[in-house]
């Protein structure tokens, strides 16, 4: 009993390496995550030499919004499993397991806030030309702020859909703007900070909730499932291993939505069709825009030349993935009202029409490096274009 939650743990890890082995085979982590970590490891060296010229353009406590919402996934973990509620629950070792499962969340966004500062130190100190105890104080406060986070997430609980995600937006906007206040307070007047000792009644107060299981057992083993998926369903996403599509009655994205490409060559008219059902499923989505944003962050934060490497393993992963896709979707039997077997095999515009998005996000990231405000003015050119046939319906008979 003592040992419960290291066995629980220990078997969790050993979940976690079985799902990662078995989406990094020996191809993947030769062609991909060596390349990676070599590159990481050069443009960390080449911080110490150059500071980016983003630095002085991006102010530290906007920095530090992306940091926060990074950690801040997910909640306070408990390891409590269903089966707790039958012989454990009156056990007081049960109790110890879940205050070990909050330590265990603490010390992670610990070791990770640690990893994210010796990494981003050169700018730091070089860049933002802070001394070690206010890298320090950085460390401590951001992961003051992400403990708060994660604890108001877990005291957010509606059985509506509609008021989670109101909650959970409302939160989120005011801890990034408490943590921007705060690391501005930190480098100009740091005495201030004692104000923020008032959200430890949101930690506290989480803890006690934890802790009181017994009032809300099966909700707590419901969250502690999700967080522990977490896991496995951003590795999946990540690696391009996305379950087969699921076909709804009315999807958020296309629905009955008017034809985009004005051609009746057979080709395009299931490529059209393709992507439409691509980007319908949530899981497509997700890695899609996953890979799209953080290949063209790269642009704005990385030289030249590990932009361009980054984008063409961006633009590969996605042609790759899509792939995938493409081999459930061409044995469906609509496809045989356009054309035979034997020409669908040797389709190419499909997968090459998945990837337009993403070279127009390229071509917008480039341009906003040199003239932001004419890239904004493309974003909102292209947002007020596509709202009309990607979220409303129209009015003729769509695909």
């Known amino acids: 009993m003592r040992n419960l939650f290291y066995q629980r743990l220990l078997y969790e890890w050993r979940q976690k390496w079985r799902v990662l082995r078995s989406v990094v085979d020996w191809t993947i982590a030769l062609y991909f995550v060596v390349p990676v970590l070599v590159f990481v490891g050069i443009y960390h060296a080449s911080l110490w030499d150059q500071t980016p010229t983003w630095v002085h353009t991006i102010p530290l406590p906007i920095l530090c919004v992306p940091v926060l919402s990074l950690l801040s996934l997910g909640g306070v973990r408990s390891f409590l499993e269903a089966a707790d509620s039958l012989f454990l629950i009156q056990s007081p070792h049960l109790q110890s397991v879940v205050k070990k499962g909050i330590g265990y969340t603490f010390l992670t966004v610990g070791i990770w806030m640690t990893v994210l500062?010796?990494?981003?130190?050169?700018?730091?100190?070089?860049g933002y030309e802070l001394?070690?105890?206010q890298v320090v104080g950085v460390w401590f406060f951001m992961v003051y702020m992400v403990i708060v986070q994660r604890c108001l997430q877990d005291l957010i609980y509606s059985d509506l859909w509609w008021e989670r995600l109101l909650y959970g937006f409302v939160t989120r906007v005011v801890i990034i703007l408490l943590t921007s206040g705060g690391v501005w307070l930190l480098l100009h007047k740091p005495v201030f900070l004692l104000f923020y000792s008032i959200l430890l009644i949101i930690i506290w107060r989480c803890l006690q909730l934890k802790l009181r299981y017994r009032f809300a057992f099966l909700r707590e083993v419901e969250r502690e499932q999700k967080e522990a998926m977490k896991w496995t369903s951003t590795v999946m996403i990540g690696g391009g291993h996305v379950p087969k599509p699921v076909?709804?009655?009315?999807?958020?994205?296309?629905?009955?939505?008017?034809?985009l490409l004005k051609t009746r060559k057979k080709e395009w008219v299931i490529a059209e069709l393709f992507c439409k059902e691509y980007v319908r499923t949530d899981t497509n989505r997700q890695f899609y825009f996953m890979t799209m944003s953080y290949s063209a962050?790269?642009?704005?934060?990385?030289?030249?030349w590990?932009?361009?490497?980054?984008?063409?393993?961006a633009s590969f992963a996605l042609f790759?993935?899509?792939g995938e896709q493409w081999k459930v979707f061409k044995d469906k039997p609509i496809i045989r009202l356009y054309c035979a077997e034997g020409e669908v095999l040797l389709m190419g515009e499909p997968r090459l029409l998945v990837l337009v998005p993403a070279l127009m996000l390229y071509m917008i990231a480039i341009v906003a490096v040199a003239y932001?405000?004419?890239a904004l003015a493309l974003v909102i050119l292209l947002v007020?274009?596509?709202?009309?046939?990607?979220?409303?319906a129209s009015k003729q008979k769509g695909n």
């Open 131 to 133: 001394s070690v105890q």
């Open 297 to 304: 962050l790269s642009l704005w934060i990385t030289p030249w």
């Open 306 to 313: 590990i932009a361009s490497i980054i984008i063409a393993f």
């Open 384 to 392: 007020v274009l596509c709202i009309p046939y990607v979220f409303f």
């Open 247 to 259: 076909e709804t009655k009315k999807p958020r994205i296309f629905p009955q939505s008017k034809r």
């Open 372 to 374: 932001i405000w004419v």
């Open 320 to 322: 790759k993935q899509s």
């Open 117 to 126: 500062t010796l990494y981003g130190l050169p700018l730091l100190q070089n």
